[in-house]
């Protein structure tokens, strides 16, 4: 089945904390990730991706952490701003390792709320 | 440059009755997508064109069919509505059909079936 899930359904943080949003993965063979925001009432926008020949990777404010011994990953956001309320998916090509794979699958999402 | 665009916008059906989701891009991308979001939940994937001309099942195709009508255009078809199918449809490109997949969603249909 498919591989990518997410810990938890909600995040609340304080504005100008970092925020983390983790992804757990089960397929060994899982080698690309990405990260998607979406925006209420929007459709969802490509934030950042990995390799799994990497362990980190950042952005503009955002950082994703990959640790392939425990199948898991994280979105990193610094100094978290009112415009990062979204609900963040990670996503992965699927069948997964496969170099023509077409098509995402993506996993459940966590909405990231943030307080004043 | 558009991006991805979807048409309509909001739709309520009838059980029973029938309709056509529009999606256009104009990225000149291989891939198109048909995704379902239901409330709370993430996209599951309806059907998926790697090259024009070619059409796939995803995770979810029962009840809808589509039509790759040329490399900017996807459709997508219910042709006897029900109210499981009740979701907001996104349709989205990508330049490749390789681990480079990103993929660029439209604003999204957001359909009632009563």
């Known amino acids: 089945g498919e591989s990518v899930g997410l810990h938890l359904p909600t995040l609340s943080v304080q504005e100008g904390d970092n925020s983390i949003i983790n992804c757990a993965y089960s397929?060994?063979?899982?080698?690309?990730f990405i990260w998607y925001k979406q925006e209420s009432g929007k459709g969802p926008q490509f934030i950042i991706d990995?390799?799994?020949?990497?362990d980190k990777r950042q952005g503009q404010r955002v950082t994703v952490l990959l640790n392939k011994t425990v199948k898991h990953l994280s979105l990193q956001i610094a100094a978290t701003q009112p415009g990062d309320s979204a609900v963040y998916f990670c996503?992965?090509?699927?069948?997964?390792?496969?170099?023509?794979?077409?098509?995402?699958?993506f996993g459940s999402g966590t909405r990231l709320s943030i307080r004043p | 440059n558009a991006g991805v665009t979807q048409t309509p916008k909001f739709q309520v059906l009838k059980t029973g009755q029938s309709m056509t989701l529009q999606c256009a891009q104009d990225?000149?991308?291989?891939?198109m997508y048909w995704y379902r979001q239901d409330p709370g939940m993430g996209l599951r994937l309806i059907y998926y064109?790697?090259?024009?001309?070619?059409?796939d099942k995803g995770e979810v195709p029962n009840g809808y069919n589509v039509s790759r009508l040329n490399k900017r255009e996807f459709s997508l078809r219910l042709e006897s509505a029900a109210p499981s199918q009740t979701s907001v449809y996104f349709c989205?490109?990508?330049?490749?059909?390789?681990?480079?997949?990103?993929?660029?969603f439209g604003p999204g249909t957001r359909l009632t079936v009563l």
């Open positions: 397929n060994s063979a899982s080698d690309y």
């Open positions: 064109s790697a090259s024009e001309g070619t059409t």
């Open positions: 996503a992965e090509p699927w069948p997964p390792g496969y170099s023509s794979a077409s098509k995402i699958i």
């Open positions: 989205a490109s990508g330049a490749t059909s390789g681990k480079n997949n990103e993929q660029f």
């Open positions: 990225m000149n991308h291989n891939s």
């Open positions: 990995i390799r799994s020949n990497m």
